[in-house]
């Protein structure tokens, strides 16, 4: 089945310490994106990604970091620089091009302890 | 700046009840817009889009939407609700690549039997 694997479904950190959240799609999609999702507040764009090998900053960047080293995949690091990190992401990957819709992964819960 | 409002936090209707999830929004252009649900834990499932055309979009699970240019808003309808659509529903607007696309905060829907 082709789709959006995000993991893990839940992870915890410890205060001080950096984290990966994985995003692996096998759509062939060019573009990805990470989302943050808090309460109330929607999704906010943390960082995309329309090519292998280059990303873009979204509008909440500062205290992560992605990497694209591969086409399928766009791991997402939360850095011991993000205030408050503690938040649902979300990975979404799209064709890239217009009139295409995104398509979302399952979503990691991440809670600092 | 673009943006989107979704002026219900919360709606609750009985199952079988019609539903209307309101979405105002604001994009100097055409816009592209869409709308998304969300289950608990989970991520967001496409439930229709519109790009161009004939402005009621018929989408999955019955729901369908309506563009009024004239008004800015694109409401999402069901005529039949059932216990499975309670969830959270986001209106989303934008064009050009999902870095461009604003999400609203989103509706909760309540279904009580």
């Known amino acids: 089945d082709g789709g959006i694997t995000q993991s893990p479904k839940y992870l915890f950190r410890k205060e001080g310490q950096n984290v990966t959240l994985s995003c692996e799609q096998n759509l062939n999609h060019d573009a990805m994106y990470w989302y943050r999702q808090d309460p109330g507040q929607g999704l906010r764009l943390i960082y995309y990604?329309?090519?292998?090998?280059?990303?873009q900053k979204g509008d909440i960047a500062e205290g992560y970091s992605v990497s694209r080293e591969k086409k399928e995949s766009f791991p997402l690091t939360v850095t011991s620089a993000q205030k408050n990190p503690t938040a649902f992401y979300l990975c979404?990957?799209?064709?890239?091009?217009?009139?295409?819709?995104?398509?979302f992964g399952q979503g990691t819960r991440l809670t600092v302890v | 700046a673009q943006s989107v409002t979704q002026p219900d936090i919360h709606i609750t209707v009985s199952e079988g009840a019609s539903l209307e999830l309101r979405c105002n929004y604001s994009y100097g252009a055409t816009p592209y817009l869409f709308w998304y649900v969300q289950s608990p834990g989970q991520g967001l499932q496409l439930l229709l889009k519109y790009f161009s055309g004939d402005t009621l979009v018929q989408g999955i699970k019955g729901f369908e939407a309506e563009f009024k240019r004239s008004q800015s808003s694109f409401n999402l309808r069901k005529p039949s609700v059932h216990w499975s659509d309670a969830a959270e529903y986001f209106c989303?607007?934008?064009?050009?690549?999902?870095?461009?696309?604003?999400f609203g905060t989103g509706t909760k829907l309540q279904v009580i039997p």
């Open positions: 990604s329309q090519i292998v090998n280059d990303f």
């Open positions: 979404a990957s799209s064709r890239g091009r217009q009139n295409t819709e995104a398509f």
């Open positions: 989303a607007v934008g064009s050009g690549g999902y870095q461009k696309v604003t």
